[in-house]
């Protein structure tokens, strides 16, 4: 019988020292899918974790060679016939859509079995499946499978999205970057990791080019060619750590980030009542005895504040001298690590998109589950701060997104074992 790991924490030490914050996973996914258009690459500064070996293996099931070894991939293509993503891939990882676009332009058809629901409420693909008809490509629904062909090429069109969904406009560029023609996407999302996309796609010969307004312009090359990239520093793991040592009241410098990434995170940790000193690629911060709440929380397409790390901020809030009220507007129900806070002695009332969090004197340990991988973090966040032991359970969750949690923490003072 296989028994799924667990952490648990005894809570109370403060967090001290210097980390050095891996590649971004939001960032490698689609570049890893961008593989499908070139011969061969070598992608640096990947992170080890569970959703790039789900990349990975749908990579090989493609037909493509993709090899992990000390922090890059390497991927040779010559051998992708395959244009089917099965329903078991698909479901390992929720971002498997973003292959749709690099799919069909590399073999002129995709077949991948629809995503399902999330642990993030309904997760739907309108503007994913909109964006690639206008681009030309056909697409039918049989037996839970979308069937999507391309008659001739991909041909660049003027798309404007009523959202800026990151993962629509990543799957946009892969398609449209060598199509016939120019594309141009209007109220593209203007995350660090689509401009990590274009700077991957240039590399290798693409023309794209992104406006002051984010606005994205495409211009149709024939082939990519082969190249190396290296990603882009995780932003959000740098964030929950940075949440990690203010709730202990501890003190870490992150190195290896780009902290203009995190330009809506820090005042608010200011505001909490850390400090905070940037430098080049390192950002150092203290943290007060006791926090302040953080007041108003609104998550925001970037660059505004992100839903990525609203929980790791919400487990710091729990332990406020006040209130603090967060706003969710990107997804629908990402508050489900706040009845798992409450286990654990906070006071948080969730209506709608609205949480309220009024700051107790202490948490308390206690045995929680990660629902999620950003509310999985926000548990691990609060246990490090609550009285005595916490055991959180379904960590798979965590490991998702964050490449030696458990031991990054140890090494900054944590008291945590994963068993
Ligand atoms: C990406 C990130 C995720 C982050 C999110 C928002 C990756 C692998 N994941 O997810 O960590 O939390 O951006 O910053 O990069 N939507 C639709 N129809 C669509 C597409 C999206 O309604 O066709 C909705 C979603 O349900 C959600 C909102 O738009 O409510 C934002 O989604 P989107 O920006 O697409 O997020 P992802 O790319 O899935």
New binding site residues.
């Given amino acids: 019988m296989c028994v799924m790991a667990r952490y648990y924490i005894e809570g109370g030490a403060r967090l001290h020292g210097e980390i050095k914050i891996h590649g971004a996973?939001?960032a490698v996914?689609?570049v890893l899918a961008g593989t499908l258009l070139m011969d061969e690459c070598t992608i640096h500064n990947c992170p080890a974790l569970t959703?790039v070996t789900a990349a990975c293996n749908i990579l090989g099931h493609l037909g493509c060679k993709a090899q992990y070894s000390g922090g890059s991939v390497t991927t040779k293509t010559e051998n992708v016939q395959n244009f089917e993503i099965p329903d078991d891939l698909m479901r390992e990882m929720?971002?498997s859509v973003?292959f749709l676009g690099a799919i069909v332009a590399r073999c002129g058809r995709a077949r991948v079995s629809l995503p399902g629901g999330c642990e993030?409420?309904?997760?739907?693909?309108?503007?994913?499946?909109s964006s690639l008809q206008k681009l030309r490509v056909e697409i039918s629904e049989d037996h839970g499978y979308l069937d999507c062909r391309v008659n001739g090429k991909l041909r660049g069109a003027v798309i404007s999205m009523p959202?800026?969904?990151?993962?629509?406009t990543?799957n946009i560029m892969l398609a449209a970057c060598t199509a016939e023609g120019d594309t141009v996407i209007h109220n593209a999302?203007r995350?660090p990791?689509i401009q990590d996309l274009a700077g991957f796609l240039n590399a290798a010969g693409a023309k794209i080019t992104i406006g002051e307004n984010g606005t994205v312009y495409i211009k149709g090359v024939e082939k990519l060619r082969s190249t190396q990239y290296s990603v882009i520093p995780d932003r959000?793991a740098a964030a929950t750590y940075l949440c990690c040592a203010a709730i202990t009241g501890g003190s870490i410098v992150l190195h290896g980030v780009i902290p203009g990434h995190l330009n809506a995170v820090l005042p608010i940790l200011e505001e909490t009542g850390c400090t905070i000193r940037v430098k080049y690629d390192t950002i150092e911060l203290t943290a007060p005895e006791r926090l302040k709440p953080a007041r108003m929380i609104r998550t925001m397409?970037?660059p505004g504040f992100?839903?990525?790390s609203q929980s790791p901020m919400m487990a710091l809030s729990c332990v406020a001298d006040g209130t603090s009220v967060f706003v969710e507007n990107?997804?629908?129900s990402r508050y489900k690590h706040a009845a798992e806070l409450t286990r654990m002695g906070a006071k948080i009332k969730v209506e709608g998109r609205v949480a309220v969090v009024e700051g107790v004197e202490s948490l308390h340990g206690a045995t929680v589950f990660c629902t999620d991988l950003?509310g999985g973090a926000a548990l691990v966040t609060a246990a490090l701060k609550a009285n005595g032991k916490s055991e959180i359970a379904q960590i798979s969750h965590i490991e998702r997104g964050y490449q030696d949690f458990d031991k990054n923490l140890s090494l900054l003072g944590a008291m945590i074992v994963k068993r």
């Fill in positions: 996973k939001n996914l689609p959703d929720r971002s973003l993030l409420g309904p997760r739907p693909i309108d503007m994913h499946l959202f800026p969904s990151v993962g629509a990543e999302a995350e990791e959000i397409p970037y992100p839903t990525d990107i997804f629908e950003r």
